[in-house]
């Protein structure tokens, strides 16, 4: 990062939701030269009205840049934004690096990298974890997948986004990896929400359970982050149920695929399912405790 | 504990466990005029050697003891040791105290607690976290239920064999509280068990895993301590998966009483009656993963 | 049921619910002097209006009676009408038969048959199913749990509440099999939910599921039944969910002491949970659907 | 039926597995002029025994028909075979029919329904219930959807191998209310397992448990046909747990799409899960209760 202003690499971001505008916004901070792609275009002004340019399609965003990130909703949108007539990987040439911010399943992930390799180009997976205020203060926890060169060649842009990159394995490693992670997030977040329905029929305050857990063995600060804001009534979305669900699938397709059961998720899948049904998916996943607080007759 | 030794409470034990024999090791440590009582009475004598004298029923022990704690296996113990013939019951008198240490249904908790108040005594439901090691070292977390004066006047007992005591509230309360602990240690086992299992699938390194949660805004050190027994193979028992099976049962009646569903923890405990069923119910709770294991044909 | 009048057995009835109030009016109506006892004596007169005597205690009414027919809502109901001081057991005497018609578990089964051939006397297990419409019209199936001999000298009575009487086993046999079929009950009526709530969704009249059930291999008349209860919103109270919730709950506490899991019960017990917790317990188990209606966005 | 040998219609079989193979025996012996095509060739022998013709490709095989019935294992296949260079659709024109009685999502199925009226051919869905055994005797259940009128012209040939053909709705009604046929199937078949296993447990002799089931409202000839199987440990494949996970899992992600949950059927899939982890996917679907026993610590 101490690298002389001239010399950073041109970086393009394409998907501007949560997380991909505050990573575009921490690179232009630190001084790369910044373009960005949405796929509805309108995303991209506040990021225009910082300094970054703006790319028409996500195959420009590519020819301009040497080293674009992808941080789009799902499998879908990944996949249109790099095989598409108007894709990454029709600019994709020697040199040319792409970094993989999604979360998607390790099959995708392997089929991106194979194309690019196959034009002389690299691409690293690199999920994140640590939601929208790490993605605003650029301390993200980036698992990498890929070849370890590409991802130490490719550390200074990554410290751009995040504080920490932890190379997982080779391509397909990263997405397992991050999909594991919000697999613990999943449990930690339904026996959350099952613990305070119970307290509250049983006339115990939430806090007291939270002050119990903080003190305990198995405390973590994500009860106690998640707890406040169930007890806030606060679901504004950090990590939406509709992109939870959506990974707890990958996840679980992932899961048959090698051969192994997961009782656990798949019960606490339909949960999210029922929140969605429900009308709650775009609010964040705190916003599951709703769907037990119905079935125990509080709403 | 800066009491002169001769003013010190004359405390009774009642239950030579994993639990009870280390909290009794640390009264008489501690300076505590020191009583024990078991019910094969062969688990009294390495405390009798460091200075505690053996009680032949909970009811003497009782009656030659200022508090007794218990820190039986389940509420069937419990109310032995309380309302049969020879149970401490049939001792209390004005100025007893109860600590109970036992993990029970609140509706018990209440039932003692009435009893011994009709008797002009006192009982505090005292639950604890903090497994074996926490026993032995004298830092456990108790959870407190019954009056707040009962939990402040028996505080230098409790912190005679405990770090912290949190006051929950009335009798019943901290019941609610440990059953909720543990059902969130439920969660937080199954999610990493279906993990490792998935990443042992996948070819990918146990310890990238827990590398990676260790990093991430989910840590706990309890992912950590059990995730290295896991990758170890070390399932000698902390707690283990018969009682935690008994604590998910408690909590699965308690929900049903209150009027609540846990999808989730219904889930749980069949993987753990599972194990049970293979015939590793003595053994710790991360033996769980075996159950997964076996299901992805991996034993 | 040839047997001229005058020698018929004096039998009593205790437990004036669905099946109760319509076995007595079956037996009343086949000529058995009858008796008959409940908790709230009001529900007795319409019996006694048929011709029946009204007993004032379980006591008396055994006293009175050859046979005693128990048929009470739960285990702790029917521990009050065997052993409470006026209870059944105290007017056990050679000769004497039980017939208990109740759900309970096999422990509580075999605690009274032992108490009542500790007196002399013998008691029959025999659970039924079929519904208020089988114990109207006496077609009702009973499975019968001790011994054989016991089984063969009550039929006359058996067969004029119910249409057939199948020989299970020693006692607890028959509990054991009633819950199974409970358990089986379970499933298909969750499945049958579940089906008819994708149909709704997916636009499909709910008519068509039921004509393809019906014509396939697995058809069964418990589908009709229930699917059209389901499709004309008629929740009247056949079996009910409360009812059916503490049978697998039963069921489940059996499964775990016999050592044996039930993923697929645990979770549809959570179900019918999230349906006495949104305050329809006391509606038929048909109304299971609103729980998923509601999960769906329906209701 | 009654039309002349000559009139007939060409019909083509594409997938010669357990189903496909004998419709097109059941078509060859009812006197039409049959073509088959199977991936891997020599499947065909058995039936150009019997006098069908033998195509080389998907495409000829439509060219060379009138009606092409598929009959494939999964989605992925009935892709290849309408959509590849060499597939059914390049064949299609005015009057060419398909009659595909693969399980499919139905959004595949509208798929494949759009493009081939896009050339003036039409498409009916028609997934079929009845095993094995339906298959080889022709008396399969139908389930159709697609234009009124399609179904009706092709029933002729539907009962050429099946008894009955149930018409659904517009493409896309019949897959779904196959996917809830077995849906229905899943839960039936888990209740018989854990029922049975509990009952081996408990030492009952699991025809006791078949008998009550004979003999009570929820009866059914599938629990028949499933349970002396079981008891006979014959698990000579009908349906294969592979082929029913499949199906489950379609099912499971056609819920998530219209937006309601199957808490039950996610359960149920993990214990399908569990047996293909185990090894026995391509057994039939009774050896489910080989998960159970297993966890119930019978082998």
Not at 117 to 131: C, D, I
Not at 172 to 184: C, E, F, M, P
Not at 228 to 257: G, P, V, W
Request: net charge positive.
């Amino acid at each position: 990062m101490s690298t002389p202003r001239t010399l950073k690499k041109r970086v393009g971001v394409a998907g501007m939701g949560i997380m991909g505008s505050r990573m575009a916004a921490n690179l232009v901070e630190k001084g790369f030269p910044t373009a960005v792609w949405n796929r509805t275009a309108e995303k991209c002004v506040p990021l225009a009205d910082k300094g970054a340019r703006i790319a028409s399609t996500p195959r420009e965003l590519a020819e301009t840049s040497d080293v674009v990130i992808t941080c789009v909703a799902d499998p879908n949108a990944l996949g249109r934004v790099v095989f598409a007539p108007d894709g990454i990987l029709h600019a994709a040439r020697a040199g040319f690096r792409l970094i993989d911010c999604s979360t998607v399943s390790p099959g995708l992930s392997r089929h991106i990298a194979e194309a690019l390799e196959s034009r002389g180009a690299a691409a690293l997976e690199a999920p994140v974890t640590g939601s929208k205020m790490g993605a605003e203060k650029g301390t993200l926890l980036l698992m990498t997948g890929g070849k370890q060169e590409i991802h130490d060649e490719l550390m200074p842009i990554m410290m751009a986004i995040g504080g920490k990159a932890i190379y997982c394995g080779p391509t397909g490693a990263a997405s397992t990896v991050k999909l594991l992670g919000n697999t613990i997030i999943s449990f930690m977040l339904e026996g959350l929400c099952e613990s305070l329905v119970v307290a509250r029929k049983a006339g115990l305050p939430g806090e007291v359970v939270l002050e119990v857990v903080r003190a305990a063995g198995f405390a973590s600060p994500y009860y106690d982050f998640k707890g406040k804001a169930i007890l806030k009534r606060d679901f504004d979305t950090h990590f939406s149920i509709d992109l939870l669900h959506k990974d707890q699938t990958l996840m679980l397709n992932e899961a048959a695929a090698l051969g192994t059961s997961m009782p656990g998720l798949a019960a606490l899948r339909e949960v999210l399912q029922s929140a969605r049904g429900q009308g709650w998916g775009q609010e964040d996943i705190a916003a599951v405790v709703k769907v037990l607080e119905r079935s125990a007759g509080l709403s």
